[in-house]
């Protein structure tokens, strides 16, 4: 689990489906944050969802889930809920010159919900809150304390049209992407000649570790979380590789090859987390 959107979709879903608890998806959540809360951004979200209007008291989580079941309707026979990760140069998903798109590219993910792909719909988007720290004369700055996430909801006049995304060649891709990221980061290390760089494997295996306390749903393919574990390797790998890349390299024209490398090495993370991500919340309407 990389990022808020995918864990609140997957267990949501698995929770409209019939095959997951509230609890389950509110346990989802505790572990991106310890509070949850969710706004409408317009009137006609509010009106869409139940959300309040014009009083724009957060609300908690488990407003955050009414909110969805509200936006996805009755019970179907297949999800309501898909994922957004625009990027820029790359919004593919989402509807075009709106502010839902705009912050949406801001948080690098979002979710929709729609009822069916001719009705109206409405967009969420999360965004980390932090505590504020008191300044003192001190040299030591301690890190801003993860208080919070908000969810805002906006309202989108229908789910915009996107394309399906094949896990096998979702799979694929990434097979050659794993030495692709290996290498660059090899290259990254080889070219630090007498500079100290801390052991690479050990700094991936870090990002790994962190990211390793969420899980997917019992009814999640195996071969989604087999490419969910490849793109996250991948992903660990683009990371530390940009970490080391000002300590590795001596020029800028080197730091520029790097750089080039590990851009598509991204493109297909995304596109195999878009796959992945796709064919777990089908699986959920298939039990």
């Given at each position: 689990m990389w990022c808020p959107s995918f864990s609140l979709s997957v267990w949501a879903n698995a929770w409209l489906a019939g095959v997951a608890a509230p609890d389950d998806v509110l346990d989802a959540l505790s572990q991106w944050a310890p509070r949850h809360s969710v706004t409408a951004y317009d009137s006609?979200?509010?009106?869409?969802?139940?959300?309040?209007?014009p009083d724009l008291n957060d609300l908690g989580a488990v407003s955050l889930l009414q909110t969805l079941r509200t936006a996805a309707g009755p019970a179907g026979s297949a999800p309501a809920i898909r994922v957004a990760l625009p990027v820029p140069g790359d919004v593919r998903g989402l509807p075009a010159g709106t502010q839902f798109q705009r912050d949406a590219l801001l948080a690098g993910e979002a979710i929709i919900v729609s009822r069916d792909p001719s009705s109206e719909a409405v967009g969420?988007?999360?965004?980390?809150?932090?505590?504020?720290i008191d300044e003192d004369d001190s040299d030591f700055e301690p890190p801003p304390e993860l208080c919070g996430l908000s969810w805002t909801v906006?309202?989108?006049?229908?789910?915009?049209?996107?394309?399906?995304l094949d896990l096998g060649e979702a799979e694929y891709a990434l097979r050659s992407a794993v030495r692709s990221a290996a290498d660059a980061l090899g290259a990254i290390r080889a070219g630090a000649g007498g500079v100290d760089v801390?052991?690479?494997r050990g700094l991936v295996e870090?990002?790994?570790?962190?990211a390793g306390q969420h899980r997917a749903p019992d009814h999640a393919p195996s071969r989604a979380l087999r490419v969910l574990e490849n793109?996250?390797?991948i992903d660990?790998?683009?990371?530390?590789?940009s970490r080391l890349m000002p300590i590795g390299l001596q020029t800028s024209s080197e730091v520029q090859i790097a750089s080039d490398a590990l851009r598509p090495l991204a493109a297909v993370v995304r596109s195999a987390r878009m796959a992945a991500v796709s064919a777990i919340v089908y699986s959920a309407w298939q039990q």
């Open positions: 006609v979200a509010a009106g869409y969802t139940g959300l309040p209007w969420l988007v999360p965004d980390f809150e932090y505590d504020d906006y309202s989108l006049p229908a789910a915009p049209i996107t394309e399906i801390a052991d690479p870090q990002v790994l570790e962190s793109a996250a390797h660990a790998i683009i990371t530390v590789s």
